[in-house]
């Protein structure tokens, strides 16, 4: 090889060196540009990071009503049974049978040959009942004799309190299905008239009924007395009234009732006098009630419904549903009394505590909560907003928000006072109301009576057999 190819060999060779040299600071280029973008989002990462941490630290956690997100279901996966199927598809168990009968084959149905290994193939359950009893009528026949020495007629004694209430003629167990109809079934007087005659053949005028449901409600008013004196020791009670009318007259049922008992009045009136004469001017417990200013007279503990006041701010939400700053307010009062009802359901006090220092506790506490909702409502009272009323409703009762804070065992509602109530709502929608004063009392009597043996998860028909035979009060 000459010179010249020699030379022109080395040119090409480092022009391939610098083409190399060239595409290799390109590469460079790249790669510096790259670990910049890197670089770059490594900081942006560390910034996200840092902002995730510092709004899980000021996350609270959901309200008590608000459901958890479900679970979405993979491809494939079947959609679980709901909990009411798993519980209707579940075997029935057999009722314990009171009769038995035997269905035995002998022979084939087919080509009648004798069968062998004879064996129980299968049990079917039939539940009915007996032919509806005809009334029994006994007829006591009872003698005399003339005393010759008293010079006077007299009778072979007999006692039938067991049997019969005072000197009518309607038996007790007859008695205690009629009053049964009338006061848990809620059956007008002529459908009883017309159910006795149907089933048990026996023809009671409507005027008898009536007059037998005054009797028994004279001899029962003792025990409906013992409950009345029962509600007025009672630590807490919850009050609440409704309509009724008297001769086409407007007046008012009052009720108190605890988990155990319940009592009701009738009155013309609608003042708070009447919540006095029902619980005791002296009583030491706490009154649930709703916000009517009847309760106002009752001037010891009074835990006022949490359930009407959400359910007044609900209807002004309806009301404005584009105020953000209502919007806004109503749930922030939701959340102090979601924040009070999970401290009560978790509240653990200290048994080393004297009750005086453990009802301080609580009442501390209870300060609190009614700090929180006064700071809350305080920018919205007297001025022109929608939630004025309420907020001013909320500082006038504020002592009376929170005592289900202080005291264990009181509810912040009371949702009891209405369902107790509520069967004789639905009495008023069917017959109206009554007709005398003496009417309203016996209706008041036996509804005291029977509501308080179903809330006790007693036999009303068997209490009521039970306290007509009884000689607690004279006939």
């Not at 988990?259 to 009738?266: A, D, G, K, S, V």
């Not at 949490?306 to 939701?334: N, Y």
């Not at 005291?407 to 929608?429: D, Q, T, W, Y």
Request: glycine residues 6%.
């Amino acid at each position: 090889m000459n010179a010249e190819e020699k030379i022109a060999s080395l040119e090409d060779a480092l022009s391939r060196a610098l083409e190399e040299l060239h595409q290799t600071r390109e590469q460079l280029r790249a790669l510096q540009k790259v670990q910049e973008q890197l670089k770059e989002s490594q900081e942006q990462l560390q910034k996200a990071q840092a902002r995730i941490a510092e709004l899980e630290k000021r996350k609270t956690p959901p309200p008590e009503f608000v459901k958890a997100n479900a679970k979405k279901r993979e491809a494939g996966e079947k959609k679980p049974r709901k909990k009411r199927e798993a519980q209707y598809n579940k075997g029935r168990a057999r009722e314990t049978p009171t009769e038995s009968a035997e269905h035995h084959v002998v022979n084939c149905s087919q080509c009648h040959q004798r069968l062998g290994g004879i064996t129980l193939a299968r049990v079917r359950e039939v539940i009915d009942i007996p032919p509806p009893p005809e009334v029994v009528v006994t007829q006591h026949r009872i003698y005399q004799g003339w005393c010759s020495n008293c010079q006077k007629w007299h009778e072979a004694p007999v006692d039938l309190h067991e049997e019969v209430l005072g000197q009518g003629r309607i038996g007790v167990r007859l008695t205690s299905l009629i009053a049964t109809l009338r006061t848990v079934m809620r059956l007008p007087i002529r459908q009883i008239q017309l159910y006795l005659e149907t089933m048990h053949q026996v023809k009671i005028s409507n005027g008898e009924i009536v007059e037998l449901l005054h009797r028994i409600g004279k001899h029962v008013q003792p025990l409906v007395d013992g409950i009345k004196a029962q509600i007025q020791t009672s630590p807490a009670v919850q009050a609440d009234e409704t309509g009724w009318r008297e001769d086409g007259q407007n007046g008012y049922i009052w009720s108190v009732s605890t988990p155990t008992l319940r009592y009701y009045e009738y009155h013309h009136s609608r003042a708070g006098e009447v919540v006095k004469s029902l619980i005791g001017e002296e009583y030491q417990g706490v009154l649930g009630s709703d916000f009517y200013a009847g309760y106002n007279t009752h001037k010891g503990y009074h835990q006022r419904c949490w359930v009407h006041l959400l359910g007044d701010i609900h209807d002004l939400k309806k009301l404005h549903p584009k105020d953000e700053q209502l919007l806004g307010w109503a749930k922030a009062v939701r959340a102090i009394y979601d924040d009070a009802s999970a401290w009560v359901a978790h509240a653990r006090d200290d048994p080393a505590l004297s009750p005086t220092k453990l009802l301080q506790a609580r009442k501390a506490q209870q300060h609190m909560y009614e700090q929180r909702l006064l700071n809350l409502c305080r920018s919205y009272m007297r001025v022109d907003v929608p939630q004025r009323i309420l907020c001013e409703r909320i500082e006038r009762f504020l002592p009376e928000l929170f005592v289900f804070v202080a005291i264990a065992g009181v509810p912040s509602h009371n949702n009891l006072a209405e369902r107790s109530i509520r069967p004789l709502v639905i009495a008023r929608k069917i017959s109206g109301g009554s007709r005398t004063p003496k009417g309203s009392q016996t209706r008041m009597t036996l509804a005291s009576l029977f509501a308080t043996w179903m809330a006790q998860q007693l036999n009303p028909f068997q209490q009521c057999l039970l306290a007509l035979t009884s000689t607690f009060s004279a006939n």
